[in-house]
């Protein structure tokens, strides 16, 4: 019995303790991590924000939208082989997360737009990403500017 009631303070503490971790104040069971923004080639008015979602929650959530103080517009796309040749499109119907999904926004896959950039940014600054929830709502992610060939190599690299 005394050995029964320890093993429910356990899953209880480590209950607690996964509550810890979320990346907000808000209490949302979409993890977001590894947000970052490529850097804009020289002169190109446009770049892509890429991040990783997992689904914590019990029931599908679809991001809907993103918004950004860095971007006069921001899309969801998605790169798609036609033909033989890559093409992007803009994902009218955002993506579907389904419960404990795991999905990774990379480039040559599915990608965040920024369009019209309202100010030039360089590798190591720091912006947010407001990204929108048909279910969870709003999520402001912190995101990084990176090189696109410094994250790639992370890739590679495990620390
Ligand atoms: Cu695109």
Known sequence: MFRYLGLLFFVNASLVFAGHHEPTEHPSEMHIMNAWVKEPLPGVD???????????????????????????????HEMSHD???MKMRRLDSGILIAPDQKVQLESGGLHIMLFNLNKSIMAGEAYVL???FERSGQLDVPVIVKKL????SHDHHHH
Do not use: C, M, P
Not at 52 to 67: C, K, P, T, W, Y
């Open 149 to 152: 060939a410094d994250s790639q």
């Open 46 to 76: 446009a770049t892509a924000a890429y991040l990783f979602i997992h689904n914590h929650g019990e029931l599908a959530d679809r991001l809907i939208g993103v918004s950004t103080s860095i971007a006069k517009l921001s899309e969801i």
């Open 83 to 85: 033909d033989g040749v």
């Open 130 to 132: 407001t990204l929108e």
